[in-house]
């Protein structure tokens, strides 16, 4: 009785209906914000090229065209090893990424672990003070000599302070020193601890920073910027970036593929086709968001709660 | 003589200190040295990657050429003459700054405010839907957002070329105006990063034990005065770690944000030229690496001071609230 | 199980570290693999070029070459990344207007002379001495210029099947007022069509190259007026008349929508002009170079002067807009030089760089000349494009193009003994002393220069501003030290 009369006050009392409506407007109107500028470019890329120099960018092409994509599909190649490299990149380095950050964070999570202030100061400095851009390249290229190597693209991200900070948080408040000790009475080893209890028990923010791992390495282009020289181990992204300074990188093998020299096939679209180049570039994380989001927001719930 | 006597005698006292705690760092080695041997991966990497270039600093004093390299011959503080010209340090300083207020103070109103609405809405679904959406461009790179900004605003753009004619308005050459990206830049971070505070926030608030409503409900509380004494005062834990993880980083501009969203357009500068972006062309267009180390050796100490003065002025308010 | 894992834990770790300390030691083999940077297209087919070549190198000079070819839009950037990398380079293309002079008081090259004498006989004999003296600085040769044209005049090249179509008459052209009639039609009648293309305003540069030499860089507006006459004199090139008589009619251009709209940002005009959607752009002309760059572009085109009036001028800049260098890094400096020396006597070695290889890019159709090779054109061959000016070498071993005519060297020769030479030929400005001056003022013109040289921005409105900055960033100091120099060269050049 009480409860139905509390449930309904509690209804009576939430927002009105008029304000509910206001509000489904204005999200509506945001909505439209965050997807509008995709679909613009989404109808760039299928627009003529030459309607588009008269019209300019517009929702409502007046004539449509796919030549920039048939012209891109003419040398997925490069598009293809672009994303090869992208994904290559993003496996391994997520993988290292995690297994490095749980060694580190393991150890230092464990209150009977004498020196984990040392450690965590040790990881915790490296957030406050940094040897900036022109050391840190020097090291990369001068001495471990990584220039035009996939390790510059696999490196740089693979143990950040703040993943660290995170697990150690989680495993500190997740993980019941009472368990350990009795596996560690059973006579198992660290590292077997390691393997078969802290793993599996720590599979959400595991989830969390192997996701900020995937998004970081997925969406890099300035490690390629600095550290990579042939085009061949162009990622995605950098390729992208270099697609919208100059129109040559799409066009200087695609045009020699074509094997034709009609006048039609001389008009090379420019705007459209990279336009059309962006469209292939953001594909894939639209299509694995709704995926991404729910175990994104999983761990980071997780993660504000505990954290 | 006498000296040489102190000298050694220092000298035992340090092996004997060293001495005294060898064996106890070796009792917790063999004690613990499955950890210790986990810890050493990371370690190394760590110690490598982040460490070593901290010793790379020199170079911000010294002439640097080809030649010698790291030996190359000091050169005091001549390094960053040039960035003290032409008013350089102060315009990057203060966007870099500047800039990093708006998006803490920004991210935190709007983020708040998006969570709790979006929390009140009667349709969870469609909550659930606008949620999903504003997150969307959180998991967008910079290329692809300087490609959605570029479509809007070049001259050949949606504004110029389909809202002018529609609505009459003047047209605007934005790349070429940096008066309008001290708030196009804002709004674009907030676009892109919202999503992701948003998600925090509405954690937090789904966290709330629902008993607190239901007494402010019994004692008659507005829906406001619920959102003001109940959810706010619950989330105040939250914004400050969120706020002061960003203080920490003040100094540091995003990177893709300001290099890719102005297309490194020349005439964008004043308004677009943070600490990151300076340092990364001034290695590009001068190829000096002393200089470009000493703007770098710049942000890192300036930096370095600002996150201490931040913990102190934090710790002052709040002892419990403090980084370290 | 625990076994398994732990050893498992245990080579991950010495695999870690082994892999940083082997990352650093992996250079054992013994062939000489010369690294080259050129600029240059990335065509698709670089590794068959190079294989050729490689099979010729490896039997004259015992070695081989790995080509890096970047183009307009980063071979600057990739430039400095590479050598702030302290990579293996062993011959780089390094033009004065590229920061030369910057790299050499950073000690990025090696001094030349001794190798020159030991390993370079056939440059020495192959070029004009002047190319030699030009590019020292401080005394010494750190660059080995291409043999080619020792001169140019500012000027345009215009798509002639759009001059035929409107009948447009070339001959009336005094200065780059008189193209806006042309500009005007094709703005009104050829949709599509750039009327007038400008990558980050280069062309402010070629009109203005006739008048003044620039002896810093491109984006620092400080340069030396090209006299013979008189005490040559260092001028804040934006505000001498000639330079905001072209700001203003570029501005005006822009806003006419002659100019390309994304001028401000295009750094590489190739694609667009190769696509024939340029109506007209500026270059750097000498007898020839519309011929010459038929080749380039697969179609026909004209060239006009800037100015009708000017007779061509040979200074510094013009012996060293194109070199080549080799790094302090280079592993093998005198094979590098030998490489260099055949790119001065040896037509093959030359001709495979500058056309690619015979039968695949090109065939020949006469002593001399040359025609894409049967099924081949343009736009389907795998090494087109490639500005042979850039190449280094001795240009003229290279073939002629059909389109070129067969008295090409000849007419060059001419050209270049017509050129007035400049009092200054011979002097470079060593940046050293200026450096924070220098890299202060390249900011500020990369922020204000190039948006006034575009046209996308009003001079009158933005010059105060820049000149406020340029101050601030130590222009007269700049300027008073280049002056120092430039008498001290005069006076020892007496």
Redesign the interface.
């Known amino acids: 009785m009480v409860g139905k009369v509390?449930k309904k006050?509690?209804e009576l009392?939430?927002?009105s209906?008029k304000t509910?409506m206001v509000?489904?407007i204005l999200?509506s109107i945001?909505?439209i914000?965050?997807?509008a500028?995709?679909l613009?470019?989404f109808m760039?890329s299928i627009t003529d090229?030459?309607s588009?120099?008269?019209?300019?960018?517009?929702?409502f092409p007046s004539k449509i065209s796919f030549s920039a994509y048939q012209y891109l599909f003419m040398d997925f190649e490069k598009i293809l090893r672009a994303y090869g490299v992208t994904i290559g990149v993003c496996v391994i380095g997520t993988v290292l990424s995690v297994?490095?950050?749980m060694?580190?964070a393991?150890?230092?999570s464990?209150k009977s672990?004498?020196?984990r202030n040392f450690?965590s100061?040790?990881?915790?400095f490296?957030?406050?003070?940094?040897?900036?851009?022109?050391?840190?390249?020097?090291?990369y290229?001068?001495?471990?000599?990584?220039?035009d190597?996939l390790?510059a693209l696999i490196?740089?991200p693979?143990?950040t302070a703040f993943n660290v900070l995170v697990v150690k948080t989680y495993l500190a408040a997740n993980l019941p020193e009472a368990i350990l000790e009795s596996a560690r009475i059973d006579g198992?080893?660290?590292?077997?601890i390691?393997?078969s209890i802290v793993i599996p028990l720590s599979v959400p923010v595991i989830a969390t920073i192997g996701l900020f791992s995937v998004?970081a390495y997925?969406?890099?282009?300035?490690l390629c910027l600095?550290y990579i020289?042939?085009?061949k181990n162009y990622n995605i992204?950098?390729s992208?970036?270099?697609a919208?300074?100059?129109?040559?990188?799409l066009?200087?093998?695609n045009?020699?593929?074509?094997?034709?020299?009609s006048s039609e096939?001389?008009?090379?679209p420019?705007?459209t086709l990279?336009?059309a180049m962006?469209i292939i570039?953001?594909g894939p994380?639209?299509f694995a968001?709704?995926f991404?989001?729910k175990y994104?927001?999983k761990g980071?719930?997780i993660?504000?709660?505990k954290? | 003589m006498g000296q040489h006597n102190t000298n050694i005698e220092t000298d035992l006292h340090v092996v004997k200190k060293t001495k005294r705690k060898t064996p106890e760092l070796f009792k917790?080695l063999s004690k613990?040295k499955?950890?210790?041997?986990?810890?050493l991966?990371?370690?190394i990497?760590?110690f490598?990657?982040?460490?070593?270039?901290?010793?790379?600093?020199v170079?911000a004093f010294k002439n640097y050429n080809y030649n010698d390299?790291f030996l190359s011959p000091w050169n005091g503080l001549k390094n960053f003459e040039f960035l003290f010209k032409s008013r350089s340090a102060w315009i990057i300083t203060r966007n870099t700054i500047a800039y990093n207020l708006v998006f803490i103070f920004l991210g935190l109103i709007i983020a708040v405010t998006i969570a709790i609405?979006?929390n009140?809405?009667?349709?969870k679904t469609?909550a659930k839907?606008?949620q999903?959406?504003?997150?969307?461009?959180y998991?967008?790179?910079?290329?692809?957002v300087?490609?959605?900004?570029?479509?809007?605003l070049?001259p050949?753009?949606?504004y110029?070329?389909?809202l002018v004619p529609i609505l009459r308005l003047l047209p605007i050459e934005w790349y070429t105006e940096p008066k309008y990206w001290t708030v196009i830049i804002p709004i674009v971070n907030t676009?892109k990063t919202i999503g992701?505070g948003i998600?925090?926030y509405?954690?937090?608030i789904?966290?709330i034990d629902q008993e607190y409503?239901?007494a402010a409900?019994?004692d008659g509380?507005?829906?406001f005065q619920?959102i003001k004494s109940i959810t706010i005062p619950f989330l105040v834990p939250?914004m400050i770690?969120t706020t002061i993880m960003a203080i920490?980083n003040i100094f540091r501009a995003d990177?893709?944000l300001f290099f890719?969203v102005p297309?490194q357009q020349g005439l964008l500068k004043p308004t677009t030229e943070v600490l990151d972006t300076y340092?990364?062309n001034a290695?590009m267009f001068s190829g000096d690496?002393g200089m470009?180390?000493a703007a770098?050796?710049y942000?890192?100490v300036v930096?370095?001071f600002l996150?201490l003065l931040a913990n102190w002025s934090i710790g002052k308010i709040s002892k419990e609230h403090k980084i370290? | 199980?625990?076994k398994v894992?732990?050893s498992t834990?245990i080579a991950?770790v010495v695999i870690m570290i082994l892999?940083?300390v082997l990352?650093?030691c992996?250079q054992s083999n013994k062939e000489v693999v010369l690294e080259c940077y050129f600029l240059a297209?990335?065509?698709?087919d670089i590794n068959l070029v190079e294989e050729e070549l490689n099979k010729i190198l490896k039997e004259k000079i015992g070695a081989t070459v790995k080509l890096?070819y970047f183009?307009?839009?980063?071979y600057q950037d990739?430039q400095r990344?590479?050598i702030?990398?302290?990579?293996q380079i062993d011959l780089m293309f390094s033009p004065s207007w590229w920061g030369y002079s910057n790299y050499v008081s950073q000690q990025a090259f090696l001094p030349l002379d001794d190798l020159l004498d030991k390993y370079g006989k056939d440059i020495v004999s192959n070029i004009h001495p002047a190319y030699l003296e030009a590019p020292r600085i401080d005394g010494k040769l750190y660059a080995i210029p291409t043999a080619k044209d020792m001169t140019g005049v500012g000027g345009v090249l215009i798509n002639k099947a759009l001059v035929d179509k409107y009948n447009f008459d070339l001959s009336t052209i005094r200065s780059p007022e008189d193209f806006e009639p042309m500009l005007k039609v094709i703005k009104e009648n050829e949709?599509?069509v750039v009327p007038f293309l400008s990558t980050q305003g280069d062309h402010s540069s070629y009109f203005l190259q006739d008048f003044y030499e620039n002896i810093i860089r491109a984006e620092i507006p400080i340069g030396v007026k090209k006299t013979a006459t008189g005490e040559p004199k260092v001028y804040n090139m934006q505000e001498t008349p000639e330079f905001t008589r072209i700001a203003n009619l570029t501005r005006d251009w822009y806003k006419k929508g002659y100019i390309n709209s994304d001028v401000a940002?295009l750094?590489?005009g190739?694609?667009?002009k190769?696509?024939?959607?340029a109506f007209m752009w500026g270059e750097q002309l000498k007898p020839g170079k519309a011929e010459e760059m038929k080749a380039q572009l697969g179609y026909e085109v004209v060239q006009v002067n800037a100015y009708a009036d000017l007779t061509p001028f040979a200074s510094t800049g013009d012996l060293t807009n194109s070199m080549l260098v080799i790094p302090r890094t280079s592993k093998h400096p005198e094979k590098a030089m030998a490489f260099l020396n055949l790119m001065f006597h040896d037509k093959e070695v030359k001709n495979l760089l500058s056309w690619g290889i015979e039968g695949v890019h090109y065939k020949k159709i006469g002593e001399n000349q040359i025609d894409f090779a049967d099924g081949v054109?343009a736009?389907?061959?795998?090494y087109t494009?490639i500005a042979q000016w850039a190449m280094g070498g001795n240009q003229f071993l290279d073939y002629l193009w059909v389109s070129e005519s067969s008295d090409k060297w000849e007419k060059m020769n001419a050209f270049n003994q017509s050129a007035t030479i400049s009092k200054t030929l011979g002097w470079i400005f060593n940046t050293e002393p200026v450096k924070a001056e220098v890299a202060a003022l390249a900011t500020v013109g990369i922020e204000f220069g190039r948006p006034i040289g575009s046209g996308i921005v009003d001079y009158d409105e933005h010059y105060p501003k820049m000149k406020s900055a340029m101050e601030a960033a130590g222009v007269d100091k700049v300027i008073e030290e280049a002056q120092r120099q430039l008498d001290e060269f005069l006076a020892q050049n007496r």
């Open positions: 509390i006050k509690y009392n939430s927002i209906s509910n509000f489904n999200f945001y909505c914000a965050c997807l500028p995709l613009l470019i760039v090229e030459v588009l120099v008269e019209n300019g960018y517009s929702f297994l490095l950050t060694l580190f393991y150890p230092i464990r672990f004498k020196y450690f100061f040790y990881i915790f490296t957030m406050l003070f940094q040897g900036g851009l022109v050391p840190w390249y020097i090291l290229t001068r001495y471990l000599r990584l220039e190597s390790l490196l740089p693979l143990v198992a080893s660290e590292f077997r390691f393997f998004l997925w969406n890099d282009w300035y600095l020289r042939s085009p992204q950098y992208m970036y270099q919208l300074r100059s129109i040559e990188f066009t200087s093998s045009v020699a593929s074509l094997g034709n020299t096939l001389l008009k090379v420019g705007e990279r336009m962006a570039g953001i994380i639209v968001y709704p991404f989001q994104f927001i980071l719930t993660g504000a709660v954290g | 917790e613990n499955e950890l210790f041997l986990m810890l991966p990371p370690f990497f760590i490598i990657n982040n460490y070593l270039p901290m010793f790379g600093i170079i390299a609405i979006l009140e809405l009667k349709n469609l839907f606008y999903s959406v504003i997150f969307l461009p998991f967008l790179s910079w290329v692809v300087a490609y959605l900004v570029y479509s809007i070049s050949n753009g949606f110029n070329k389909s676009w992701y998600v925090i509405l954690a937090g789904s966290g409503y239901e409900v019994l509380a507005s829906k619920q939250l770690i920490g990177f893709g890719q297309m340092i990364y290695l690496l470009s180390s770098g050796f942000q890192s930096g370095f996150v370290f | 199980m625990s894992k732990k834990c991950l892999g940083f990352t650093g992996n297209p990335q065509c698709r890096n183009f307009w839009d980063n990739q990344l590479a702030a990398s302290g990579k949709p599509g940002t750094n590489n190739m694609p667009i190769r696509a024939q959607k054109d736009n389907n061959s795998g494009g």
